[in-house]
């Protein structure tokens, strides 16, 4: 019996995610509602920013409060910048914005991390406080615990989108938007809001101001990229990584090498299936509404090199490290030494920006040195024909080990655990118990083999399951939709697993 309360209560161990039956209720009636309003665009934009509101207080509580405090700067500070004729001002109103957002990402996100780092560089007992909660316990009467400082969902994405708005504002890419409520749809919509992909105010805001539009052909993309994020998250990243994946990264020494290593690459197609996976649900329930959001995927594991695989994973995170930090540090046009050490700031602010720990600096600064060797290769062996099949092999399976193995410092929970991953893949492999082991694991490394099999399936064979889905009469997506839900549900695991990068 669901209790009427509870819908408009926040519960830390029940947040609205895409793979509860809550969040699909939800969507239902917020699309008979949109049915009926759809057509009336300020009306329609005003309703949807507060089911998107609504959206970010059941799975992250009361720090939607930042959403709003984030969408009322960026906002204004727009404004401000437009409307200043003055360079030194304007760049006043960024400095502001910066300060906020950044502020905010800083305390909530690197508070830990940096006070370990100044108690270790100077020998200090600081320790982290919550002033914030102890603000509102001196002064609100609440009683939250002020030795914790909980990381607000989807933080740093909404402080990378508000932020891109206002650098684009001040280059002159985009016109400041005028009306406060649809800023704030644009920076809060609900079905990116706290995994991405982050979205440039240039793509968004112009169809706040189109007519909703929406054809058959898209409403049946729509509920194909729905299906496979919900096979790719319940039926291939939840399953490797309770049965399998998890145990081996919690105590490799209990595992064999080979075991470690199919740890790994479990946990490479895991990350991918969470993460693409969200992201197919948020395209795709994005769609429904008549908003088109950006890929934020293709195939990364396909690529030929680390160049390639980062215009392939993650791709408006890539892009957002591209444009804001990348190039405005001066890109590749002062110099080749200059070119990689821009490419070693930006990949170590990259894995910073994944979180407040010295293995995730390490791995982007490891991705930094991997597209700075990358440069130096094509300077001194540039590619002047199309490759052969077996050299495009072999650059992909170096690519993806290359990959696959920083992998490892990513998830695990701290270097000596990566430390005992790496030995035990090279000094304890243990051959000979390789057959049992298969058997043993049989389930799990046959989802993971299809796993990757379908992920370097060609895109033209993809295109035509897609296609074939796509064309099929609406009764049938229909039948197929309820089959595989109900294989999903049959199969998932008892426990929900949270998306991985909710964390970020």
Not at 34 to 40: A, G, H, N, Q, V
Not at 234 to 242: K, P, Q
Not at 333 to 354: A, D, E, F, P, S
Not at 394 to 400: D, G, M
Request: hydrophobic share 50%; with cysteine.
């Amino acid at each position: 019996m669901i209790n009427i309360k509870d819908i408009f209560n926040y519960s830390e161990e029940n947040p609205l995610l895409f793979t509860r039956i809550y969040f699909w209720i939800f969507f239902t009636i917020l699309l008979l509602l949109y049915s009926i309003i759809y057509r009336r665009k300020a009306l329609r934009n005003v309703y949807l920013f507060l089911m998107s509101l609504f959206f970010y207080f059941k799975s992250g509580g009361y720090f939607f409060s930042l959403l709003i405090i984030s969408t009322v700067v960026d906002y204004t500070v727009g404004l401000l910048i437009h409307q200043s004729k003055s360079t030194p001002v304007r760049k006043l109103y960024v400095a502001l914005s910066l300060l906020v957002n950044l502020g905010m990402l800083a305390y909530f996100k690197y508070t830990y991390f940096l006070t370990d780092v100044f108690n270790q560089v100077f020998n200090g007992q600081v320790e982290t406080v919550n002033i914030l909660a102890r603000w509102s316990n001196n002064y609100l009467g609440s009683h939250f615990d002020i030795s914790r400082i909980i990381l607000p969902v989807g933080i740093s994405f909404f402080t990378f989108q508000t932020i891109s708005y206002t650098l684009d504002v001040y280059r002159g890419k985009v016109e400041p938007v005028r009306n406060i409520l649809d800023f704030g749809f644009y920076v809060s919509f609900f079905p990116q809001l706290v995994a991405g992909p982050i979205v440039r105010a240039a793509d968004f805001i112009p169809q706040l101001y189109r007519e909703f539009e929406l054809s058959v052909r898209e409403m049946g993309h729509a509920f194909f990229l729905i299906l496979s994020g919900l096979v790719k998250k319940m039926l291939i990243s939840d399953y490797i990584s309770i049965n399998f994946v998890d145990r081996v990264f919690s105590d490799p020494l209990a595992y064999t090498g080979f075991e470690n290593l199919m740890g790994v690459y479990g946990y490479s197609l895991q990350i991918y299936c969470d993460f693409s996976g969200y992201t197919d649900i948020a395209i795709g329930v994005g769609l429904l509404l008549g908003f088109r959001l950006p890929v934020n995927f293709n195939s990364p594991y396909k690529a030929g090199n680390i160049s390639n695989f980062w215009k392939r994973w993650h791709i408006s995170l890539s892009s957002w490290l591209r444009d804001y930090l990348y190039i405005p540090l001066g890109g590749s046009r002062k110099g080749r030494i200059r070119t990689g050490v821009n490419l070693l700031i930006t990949m170590l602010l990259g894995g910073l920006w994944h979180g407040a720990s010295l293995r995730f600096v390490i791995w982007g600064g490891l991705h930094g040195v991997g597209l700075v060797f990358h440069k130096l290769w094509l300077r001194f062996f540039p590619v002047k024909r199309k490759p052969s099949r077996l050299r495009k092999f072999l650059t992909v399976f170096l690519t993806f080990h290359f990959v696959t193995l920083l992998w490892i410092v990513f998830r695990a929970d701290n270097l000596s655990i990566a430390r005992n991953m790496v030995e035990q893949i090279l000094y304890h492999f243990s051959p000979d118990l390789i057959p049992q082991m298969i058997w043993s694991y049989k389930l799990v490394f046959s989802i993971i083999t299809a796993g990757f099999i379908i992920h370097w399936l060609p895109s033209s064979f993809k295109d035509k399951y897609r296609g074939f889905f796509i064309r099929i009469p609406l009764y049938v997506k229909i039948i197929i939709f309820i089959v595989v839900i109900i294989i999903i549900y049959q199969a998932k695991s008892s426990v929900i697993q949270p998306f991985i990068y909710f964390q970020f």
